[in-house]
């Protein structure tokens, strides 16, 4: 069965980085569209990063765009979202999915 496991999250202080990993099994990963949620608490999910498996190309929201990146390494079947300059509004547990399929999630939590 498709199984997601997000890994990389933690504590960091502000301005500091982290690497979000996403190990993907049984699907073929290399055929799908990929994306990064958050969820802080009290909040709804919000979109993060998307990349396409056609061309690669990305899509940010204008809160991460120019610090975070998303890329893939079909070879792998792993995900990834390198965050930079992280900020306090960061702090959430990150997600993986596609397709209706969802990890667990990481949590990343970034002190002031």
């Known amino acids: 069965q498709v199984q997601l496991v997000e890994s990389g999250g933690g504590l960091v202080q502000a301005g500091g980085s982290l690497r979000l990993s996403c190990a993907a099994s049984g699907l073929t990963f290399r055929n799908y569209d990929m994306g990064w949620f958050r969820q802080a608490p009290g909040k709804e999910r919000e979109l993060v990063a998307t990349i396409k498996w056609s061309d690669l190309s990305t899509y940010y929201p204008n809160s991460v765009k120019g610090r975070f990146t998303i890329s893939r390494d079909n070879a792998k079947n792993t995900l990834y979202l390198q965050m930079n300059s992280l900020k306090p509004e960061d702090t959430a547990v990150y997600y993986c999915?596609?397709?209706?399929?969802w990890g667990q999630g990481t949590q990343v939590t970034v002190s002031s």
């Open positions: 999915a596609f397709n209706g399929y």
